[in-house]
């Protein structure tokens, strides 16, 4: 549609007649909203100049919706440091803290991060938003995963279904010759891999890695706290991996110790240049100390200003003032802090900010805990269904377990012991499904069901050798003898109909840990009259190819088909997948790792959960071993009260131990229990271990309590994308560059049906080699009505709908829109006036707001958009302030009046305030100068410490080898390898003072006349 001016204001050409007395007339749409009709002498063509100058003092204004565009345009052309991309560009619901590790990892120089957020809280999310920042910046190439094997399947949903991400799971053998190859291809390609930890650790894998290091931009690392112990071939692994890589996450959900050498060995893997030395490390932690103190203080109000000053000077005291001499931020803080109180308490999110960036692993290390987050979360309401056996069910059970004791105790092979332990759950799982299992070939062999046992007792190689087990007479016989008889499903269905009386209509997951145990299930219910979907590890899943992904089809059916109230699931099968809308769960049977229960009800019990309780319905068989765990390593923990947080590494090793005691030898009911309690106590001790050093870290390392108080700032300050303006962005691109396309909102969901024309879908098609998204948009289209696409701008939406196709900021039709106003600038008007409604933070009066864009060169370039905001006097405000005026301007405002425009003052007053800028612009400069140098001096105390300790280390070898007369060839190694490394050193030193020095330049990219009334 042409747009023309008149008389200073922007309109668009609605309609044209005549001629008229030789002239034609049009009829022009202002901005204001009003339509006038004006004789084509009156009107120009609209010339949307890059001189931003010429046309604010010729008063050439545009509206709101023209300076969102401008500035839409300007943060998807260049990547801005002070825009979150991620915010609004992935399928998931918005929860503050999970953009924390974001914020955190934006303010790390080294950008490694350790991930340590108690279970349940989204680490997975958390990694993907900082991959999605990452792409967005142009900081993305080549990606690697790496986690346990049983998270591969979810890491590689993940990332497609929520992020748009293509991730391929490679095999040992596939990642050592995607490595072989990579030099011969010119490096990896847009490399997304996952790997699994195991296949990792292989020797042919480390051996590649070692000879030809992957060139990742990205490295994260699942499940972290498998590499905590140095002397691993894990350990070993991820360290070749993570050396070079110039980004790493490292997630883990266990508490971080502080008390042992923990923390220092996954930070050594993480950050090796910084953590190289354990003294060093427990140096760093002992300084850092008053200034988490300090965090913590820095919170109260009013300002305990005294107490805050005693924790500063105790960590800069001694040998800490290496650590923060002559340093920015500890200066500011206490320029705050001796002020008066009044001004003081002006400042105090500031001074909070400061102390934060004093904090010595604050840019490493981040933890969020449940009850950091949810306060009122929903409450556990477990309720026990014992169960009394017929005398034959007892029988069965009896034979079965002595069966396996046999078995266990013979120190067999590990696949006859695998197999023996897989024989024992199934029995107690399920009788009848066991039952069938066992007769049907009169031997017992780990087939397909042993991928669902428990992961404690997994054993690849173990299952792959395929050993059976010849069962015993007893066994048999007892089975013979069950007939149809089959106690716990009949207490199953008492319990559904309980639940139909007290809560009718409502979703239902049962859990069992056997794939025949479900189909047993499956068919039962079925024959009652219930209709049931079922996911396990035979359940194919394929996020990327909607006509395989069979795991997917049955969960959309379980959540929106009202007559499916009941999923089967397995662990395996429910892996990475969150049920906050179903609140009641079924264990049909009782795995005895506890965390595999928790794992259960984490499904459940999450972010999000929409009720106030979770019902968890716990069926047991009196006289087994299962019942007898329940009753006291259950009940001793509380499992079923509270959440346990991540005991995996204890209860892994405990779990093992009572199975061994319990299985290995024929004990009595009395002995059992005696086993078990002790089993109960000990994990109980642990647990309160585990709460103290949790205390003692939040001591040691801190917690950032002022991260929405950031990001709530950057959402009201313009510095995020918002979906409305990339709508009429788009909008706009398609009614200027293809016509034959167009896109119709549907009726209040937020979803948009995009109506292809030829000349769209070729030039999508043009950009499937720069873009894989661009498969995916083609392969969605063909299954649709032909030429069209349902999509949404809006994340919330995508997330309810994941049929929709989120255009967000990456999306390759957004990629064609910035092309063309890159290569037709002239269509975005970078001057506007508007009314915004005046509030406590932005009184009643004029102002005039100057957009720059900020280029930062400090070893690398940088760029940002900073809004400078004058008042009616002529006053620059502060940047809180031009924040704020800023946000409303592109969110909250509307078409204004032009006032009476004279272009020389108008000049005038720009050059007065562009003078203004340059100086704030200088004043910046310095800033920036004094923060980067003093995270450089914290760097290079860091790197001088380790430094003077290895040197006389080295040094001491040297004089005693001298002393005692060693072999020359021995010396001049010793006295080679400390050249070296005072070389090392100095190079090193040279190139993070190289850091320090920080350049700015600024360019007028838009201007906006504010009116707040």
Same mark, same amino acid.
Not at 351 to 364: F, P, T
Not at 525 to 531: F, N
């Given at each position: ?52 100058? *010429? ?23 260049? /990547? ?81 279904? &929520? ?16 490595? &072989? ?33 992957? =060139? ?7 499940? %972290?706290?498998?590499?905590? !112990? %140095? @002397? ?66 820095? &919170? ?5 200003? =005294? ?6 000077? $105790? ?23 001796? $002020? ?59 034979? #079965? ?79 013979? %003898? ?33 794939? /025949? ?69 079924? !264990? ?13 009800? *984490? ?8 009720? @106030? ?5 716990? +069926? ?46 024929? +004990? ?10 002790? $089993? ?37 300050? *313009? ?25 119709? %909102? ?24 720069? @873009? ?65 409604? $005046? ?19 400090? *070893? ?17 405000? @502060? ?79 040297? &004089? ?44 007028? #990219? ?8």
């Amino acid at each position: 549609m042409q747009r023309v001016s008149h008389r200073a204001q922007v309109g668009e050409v609605a309609a044209v007649h005549g001629p008229m007395h030789d002239e034609y007339w049009y009829s022009v749409r202002l901005q204001t909203g009003s339509t006038i009709k004006e004789p084509q002498s009156a009107l120009t063509a609209f010339k949307a100049a890059t001189d931003v100058q *010429g046309l604010f003092t010729s008063g050439s204004f545009g509206g709101p919706a023209d300076l969102a565009r401008r500035t839409t345009y300007l943060k998807l052309e260049q /990547p801005l440091e002070n825009t979150l991309y991620s915010l609004g560009a992935s399928r998931v619901e918005f929860y503050p803290h999970q953009y924390k590790p974001l914020l955190r990892f934006l303010d790390s120089e080294a950008q490694r991060l350790l991930i340590a957020d108690e279970v349940g809280l989204g680490k997975t999310i958390e990694a993907g938003l900082i991959l999605v920042e990452l792409r967005a910046r142009g900081q993305l190439r080549n990606v690697l995963v790496t986690c346990p094997a049983a998270l591969v399947t979810k890491w590689q949903e993940e990332m497609w279904t &929520r992020f748009d991400e293509e991730f391929r799971v490679y095999t040992a053998g596939e990642f050592h010759t995607a490595l &072989r190859e990579a030099p011969e291809r010119g490096g990896l390609q847009r490399f997304r891999g996952i790997i699994s930890l195991p296949s990792l650790r292989q020797d042919r894998v480390r051996e590649i890695v070692a000879a030809y290091p992957p =060139d990742l931009d990205l490295l994260i690392v699942d499940e %972290a706290h498998h590499i905590r !112990n %140095a @002397d691993t071939l894990t350990h070993e692994a991820v360290a070749l991996v993570s050396a070079g890589v110039p980004a790493a996450l490292f997630l883990t959900a266990t508490p971080i110790h502080l008390g042992n050498r923990d923390l220092y060995n996954l930070l050594a893997v993480l950050d090796p240049g910084r953590f190289d030395d354990l003294t060093t490390f427990n140096d760093v932690l002992h300084y850092n100390a008053p200034i988490v103190e300090a965090e913590r203080l820095a &919170r109260i109000r009013p300002l305990p200003t =005294d107490e805050i000053l005693k924790r500063l000077d $105790a960590a800069e005291g001694g040998s800490g003032r290496r650590f923060f001499q002559n340093n920015y931020y500890l200066g500011e803080a206490r320029r705050i802090l001796e $002020a008066p109180t009044a001004e003081a308490e002006k400042e105090a999110y500031r001074l909070e900010r400061l102390i934060q960036r004093l904090n010595l692993l604050n840019d490493v290390v981040t933890r969020t805990r449940k009850r950091d987050v949810i306060s009122d979360g929903a409450q556990r309401a477990p309720k026990v269904f014992p169960i009394d056996p017929t005398p034959e069910e007892e029988a069965f059970y009896e034979a #079965v377990t002595g069966f396996v004791r046999d078995q266990h105790g013979g120190h067999g092979s590990s696949a006859a012991t695998l197999a023996a332990i897989t024989a024992q759950r199934q029995v107690a799982s399920c009788m009848q499904a066991a039952k069938a299992h066992f007769l049907e070939r009169a031997r017992y062999a780990l087939g397909a069901e042993a991928s669902d046992l428990e992961q404690e007792w997994w054993d690849g190689r173990a299952a792959e050798d395929g050993e059976e087990l010849p069962l015993n007479t007893a066994v048999i016989h007892a089975a013979r %003898a069950l007939g149809d008889a089959d106690t716990k499903f009949d207490t199953l269905l008492k319990v559904l109909a309980k639940l139909d009386e007290e809560e009718p209509g409502r979703k239902i997951i049962i859990f069992a840990y056997f794939k /025949p145990t479900l189909a047993y299930l499956e068919r039962r219910l079925t024959e009652q009259g219930y209709s049931t979907v079922r996911i396990d590890g035979s359940v194919r899943s394929h996020p990327n190819d909607p006509t395989k992904d069979e795991r997917g089809r049955a969960i959309r059916q379980f959540k929106n088909d009202p007559d499916v109230r009941i999923l089967l699931s397995s662990e395996v099968g429910s892996e990475g997948l969150d049920f906050q809308f179903c609140h009641i769960l079924v !264990n049909y049977d009782l795995p005895w790792n506890p965390m595999r229960v928790e794992q259960r009800i *984490g499904r459940l019990d999450r972010l999000g959960q929409e009720a @106030d309780r979770i019902l968890i319905m716990n +069926l047991s068989t009196r006289g087994t071993i299962e019942h007898r765990i329940l009753s006291r390593l259950y009940s001793r923990i509380g499992i079923f009260r509270r959440s346990l947080g991540d005991l995996e590494a204890i209860l892994g090793d405990e779990i093992r131990e009572l199975t061994r005691d319990l299985l290995s030898r024929h +004990l009595t009911p009395a002995e059992e229990e005696e086993r078990i309690e002790r $089993a109960a106590r000990a994990v109980e001790a642990r647990h309160l271990d585990l709460e103290r050093l949790e205390q003692e870290s939040e001591r040691l390392v801190g917690r950032d309590m002022g991260f929405e108080q950031r990001l709530q700032r950057a959402r009201r300050g *313009g510095e995020i994308i918002d979906h409305d303006d990339l709508q009429r962005l788009f909008s706009e691109y398609l009614e200027a560059q293809h016509p034959d396309s167009r896109l119709e %909102a549907a009726a209040f969901d937020g979803s948009w049906t995009l109506r292809l024309g030829s000349s769209l879908e070729t030039a999508l098609r043009k950009r499937v080699h720069r @873009d894989p998204l661009v498969l995916r948009t083609l392969h969605r289209m063909d299954q649709r009505p032909a030429g069209s696409l349902r999509v949404t701008f809006n994340p919330q939406v995508a997330f309810s709908d994941s049929t929709l196709e989120l255009l967000a900021s990456h999306h390759p039709l957004m990629a064609l829109a910035v092309d063309y106003y890159r290569q037709f600038p002239e269509q975005l008007h970078p001057v506007a006036s508007m009314r915004v409604e $005046a509030s406590d933070e932005l009184t009643a009066g004029h102002y005039l707001l100057l957009l720059h864009n900020l280029t930062i060169r400090s *070893g690398r370039e940088r760029h940002r958009l900073q809004p400078y905001l004058f008042d009616e006097r002529f006053e620059l405000l @502060d940047r809180d302030t031009a924040s704020i005026a800023f946000g409303k301007a592109l969110r909250e405002s509307e078409q204004a009046s032009i006032p009476e425009w004279n272009a020389e003052d108008a000049a005038a007053l720009l050059a007065q305030a562009e003078e203004e800028c340059l100086k704030a612009v200088a004043t910046e400069q310095q800033e920036m100068r004094a923060r980067q140098s003093a995270t450089v001096q914290t760097r290079l105390a860091t790197l001088r410490t380790t430094y003077d300790r290895r040197r006389t280390d080295k040094r001491r070898r040297l &004089r005693d080898a001298q002393e005692t007369g060693a072999d020359p060839r021995y010396l001049r190694l010793l006295e080679g390898t400390l050249r070296n490394m005072e070389a090392e050193h100095e190079a090193r030193v040279a190139e993070i003072e190289m850091e320090a020095d920080v350049s700015l330049s600024s360019e007028l #990219v838009a201007i906006a006349l504010i009116e707040a009334s």
